[in-house]
């Protein structure tokens, strides 16, 4: 099971003060030391946390994958083929949320997804879609072509209580089966942290999980490097019990 470490966090800090602290480039090599299988940037379109110079110079320090997270825009779509990352997850973006809220209108977005995926896969770049753990919309997923799909867990992360929690783990579970038993890889994330990380790596077709605000709220205490490699062997716990 891998790990991939969103710094955009990272970011979030250094544009508090647009200072040219904290060094992204330190930070992809600290969670590299950790344990990290690869680094997750969010280009948003406001450019709150990760800048275009971020995404642009990463594989200058990066010895493992860049897996950048965006919108499906022309904007986004004409960087990602400059930056050619390995992995490309893409997202839906609302202005004024705190953090990405839901997974990809799948259906909805109909040939605009689908062609973003060919422009991309045309390129060798590998497309995740951000997705919620709803069964339904495996056709519509299986149509775009991409092969490689990210469950949303913010609302298991969320869950008010123990019920709701399960049953969303439930969902999270017949969403990896399915879409795995269809020839997809699983990743998953969003909300995880030290304490529920357990259940969701546990679920075996699950390959990778992306965390970021835990990995990096957690690194103010023990340095992110620590921080990532505690992380990881929580995971790997949970997938060998
Ligand atoms: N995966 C996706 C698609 C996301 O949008 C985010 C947040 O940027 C994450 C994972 C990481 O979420 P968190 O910061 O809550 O760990």
Redesign the pocket.
């Known amino acids: 099971m891998k790990l991939g470490v969103?710094i955009?966090?990272v970011a979030t800090l250094r544009q508090a003060r647009h200072t040219p602290y904290p060094s992204i480039a330190e930070a992809i090599r600290a969670v590299e030391r950790g344990g990290a299988d690869g680094i997750?940037m969010?280009l948003r379109e406001d450019r709150r946390h990760i800048q275009d110079e971020d995404i642009l110079t990463a594989h200058q320090y990066l010895n493992t994958r860049l897996n950048m997270?965006m919108a499906a825009t022309e904007e986004m779509i004409a960087i990602a083929l400059k930056v050619r990352p390995a992995d490309c997850?893409i997202?839906p973006e609302k202005r004024e949320e705190l953090?990405?809220e839901g997974g990809l209108d799948v259906i909805g977005m109909g040939e605009r997804l689908i062609r973003a995926c060919q422009e991309l896969s045309n390129c060798g770049v590998r497309v995740s879609l951000?997705v919620e753990p709803d069964t339904k919309l495996l056709k519509a997923i299986l149509a775009t072509g991409a092969p490689v799909i990210?469950l949303?867990t913010?609302t298991y992360?969320n869950a008010a209580n123990e019920k709701a929690r399960e049953a969303e783990l439930q969902r999270l579970e017949s969403m990896a089966a399915t879409a795995h038993a269809a020839g997809l890889q699983v990743n998953a994330?969003?909300?995880?942290?030290y304490e529920n990380v357990a259940a969701v790596a546990a679920i075996p077709e699950i390959a990778e999980l992306?965390?970021?605000?835990?990995?990096?709220a957690r690194a103010l205490f023990v340095g992110l490097e620590q921080a990532t490699r505690e992380m990881k062997a929580r995971m790997l716990a949970a997938r060998s019990a």
Do not use: R
């Open positions: 969103n955009d966090h997750t969010h997270e997850c997202v953090t990405t951000f990210e949303h913010g992360a994330g969003h909300g995880l942290d992306n965390i970021g605000h835990s990995i990096v």
